[in-house]
């Protein structure tokens, strides 16, 4: 059986390292990879997952330091046939990349969130049913062993009704990345980064439907560097009646020893968990600087979900979470864009 040929679309999210990282070191794998508008950026370390060096490399300079194959051109890539894409553009680059993917018949990994507008998410999932090829959304925290323990405590009935949730998802402002800040690329700011990686467990947790949400937003934090809001507060009601609370800040100071973490509260009838699937880590301080140092030692959460992506690709069946995941966790996103400008609270697009 010959080796799968994943291509990796655009470098822009710092995501797309540990991608190509996980990919070469698999040896069922080809990976190849195309950046054509990739430009190196000053600075070092990220806020996005990526602490090292590699942070400030785009383009062909990348891949080579990561010893990868490399394309200049996306068409060049896409007539390379591989068998699928990993599409980790700024994220208002992601429709254009989701669509020339699935007409060239390519199964697609999509970084979150799915899409920037309503408009765009439809267009993506239209393009892939049309086309027949797979779409998944990359939400890897789903895949953490805490969050699997969890699903099966609630899924035994061991929590009883749930009716409460508290979701942290909080980092250093991304530095190495500006798009991130910018709403022109990025679509917004803290909302629109962290907020849907809760929403998506949440989703995959209870599969309530979002009623409402209110939210709050400032841009107090980084207010020199950012161009879009820093921190916020989401409240959203399900119609199961559970209401979640989510905060999506960029509050991790530039000094933090991690790039940042998550954590998630369900509170039930029958009793409460917690869960940090970032959590195990060796502590220490350096000691000529007296600044943190945080190892961590847990596993691979974007080589677990690579390896779900990769047997779907194989075996031709759906992976979760799907494109329907991607719109229900946009929606929530729009909401509470729309709430945090009105002051008001907004109901879910469905």
Not at 43 to 48: E, L
Not at 95 to 112: I, T, W
Not at 227 to 239: K, M, S
Request: charged share 20%; proline share 5%.
């Amino acid at each position: 059986m010959r080796p799968l040929r994943i291509g990796v679309l655009s470098f822009a999210h710092t995501h797309a390292i540990g991608y190509l990282q996980a990919l070469a070191a698999m040896p069922d794998v080809e990976v190849r990879g195309t950046d054509p508008d990739g430009t190196p950026r000053a600075g070092s370390g990220s806020g996005s997952g990526s602490g090292s060096s590699l942070g400030v490399l785009r383009g062909r300079d990348l891949a080579e330091a990561l010893g990868v194959g490399y394309m200049d051109s996306y068409d060049e890539l896409l007539a390379w046939q591989p068998d699928a894409v990993v599409v980790a553009s700024e994220n208002t680059g992601h429709r254009a990349l989701v669509e020339r993917a699935a007409a060239a018949g390519v199964h697609v990994l999509c970084e979150k969130p799915l899409a920037t507008t309503w408009e765009d998410g439809l267009a993506m999932r239209a393009a892939v049913e049309a086309a027949g090829v797979l779409l998944m959304v990359a939400f890897p925290v789903r895949f953490a062993s805490s969050f699997a323990r969890l699903r099966a405590t609630h899924d035994a009935g061991a929590l009883g009704q749930l009716f409460a949730a508290r979701g942290a998802n909080t980092g250093m402002l991304p530095r190495t990345r500006d798009w991130f800040t910018d709403p022109e690329r990025s679509g917004g700011g803290a909302l629109v980064d962290h907020v849907v990686h809760i929403a998506d467990l949440i989703d995959a947790l209870t599969g309530a439907q979002a009623l409402s949400v209110t939210a709050v937003a400032n841009r107090t934090l980084h207010a020199d560097r950012a161009r879009a809001e820093t921190a916020a507060l989401v409240t959203i009601t399900y119609d199961d009646g559970l209401v979640a609370a989510i905060d999506c800040s960029w509050s991790r100071p530039d000094t933090s020893a991690v790039w940042g973490g998550l954590t998630l509260d369900v509170v039930g009838t029958q009793g409460t968990v917690s869960i940090d699937p970032f959590g195990p880590a060796a502590h220490g301080i350096v000691t000529d600087t007296g600044l943190p140092i945080e190892a961590r030692y847990g596993a691979d959460l974007d080589q677990a979900m690579l390896r779900v992506f990769l047997e779907a690709v194989r075996t031709g069946v759906q992976p979760q979470p799907d494109v329907g995941v991607g719109l229900r966790t946009l929606a929530i996103v729009l909401a509470a864009q729309e709430s945090a400008r009105t002051g008001r609270t907004v109901p879910v697009a469905r």
